[in-house]
């Protein structure tokens, strides 16, 4: 058995969150823009992308893949990304556009939308992921790029944050499913309201664990 050489160099540096936009930068790109999305698992309610430009070296502490924070948490930075951030965009679709497209390219149009609704125009996109968003903008897909890219983990945060405030407006709406807890993930409790009350207009009906109730609600 090999002795352990934990500790003996160090800590592990942290990976360099900038470094693929310094890269894209010089190529010569200069509006370079993270793109996310949250939401694409949950039974009920939207999915929702952003793209986030942000200014060329800037440090966002504590900025990082929006699944590994607190809900504070994210609140707090969603505030600070706003406020220093060249641009914000965000797109939604809907459940009717899920079961229409399919979850890929629903998530794909919600990136469009979020890309075209940036005030500044991308000359790069950073996207989390393996699927390109179809457009004409040179751009670069980053498997678990949320935890690999300062500008892609922006746009989580605000992805992520603008979803569940939703849900939350959606738990006000459609009482009794829960929504503002499991934000329409396919938790325990969140299936079996679906089982008692039958799915309701954000239910995603040709998602597994919905359409076999369909036609239940009325």
Do not use: W
């Not at 942290?14 to 039974?43: I, N």
């Not at 893949?65 to 930075?77: F, M, Y």
């Not at 939604?92 to 469009?112: H, V």
């Amino acid at each position: 058995m090999s002795p352990s050489t934990d500790g003996l160099f160090g800590p592990e540096p942290a990976p360099d969150l900038l470094a693929f936009e310094t890269l894209a930068r010089r190529r010569g790109f200069r509006a370079v823009a993270g793109v996310d999305e949250a939401g694409r698992g949950p039974l009920a309610g939207p999915v929702v992308a952003a793209a986030v430009i942000l200014p060329e070296g800037l440090e966002l502490p504590g900025v990082n893949d929006s699944k590994q924070l607190s809900p504070s948490r994210r609140d707090e930075l969603f505030d600070v990304i706003q406020a220093v951030a060249v641009a914000v965009g965000v797109g939604i679709a809907d459940p009717g556009a899920i079961d229409r497209l399919n979850i890929l390219q629903a998530t794909l149009a919600a990136m469009g939308q979020a890309i075209a609704g940036l005030s500044t125009s991308p000359d790069f996109l950073l996207v989390d992921g393996i699927s390109s968003v179809p457009l004409t903008i040179p751009q670069q897909t980053i498997k678990q790029g949320d935890a690999r890219s300062l500008s892609i983990a922006a746009a989580s945060i605000v992805a992520k944050v603008t979803r569940d405030r939703l849900m939350v407006e959606y738990d006000r709406l459609y009482p009794g499913y829960g929504f503002a807890g499991h934000k329409g993930y396919g938790s325990a409790a969140h299936r079996a309201a679906i089982e008692r009350l039958g799915p309701c207009p954000i239910h995603r009906r040709t998602f597994r664990g919905v359409r076999e109730f369909v036609g239940s609600e009325e």
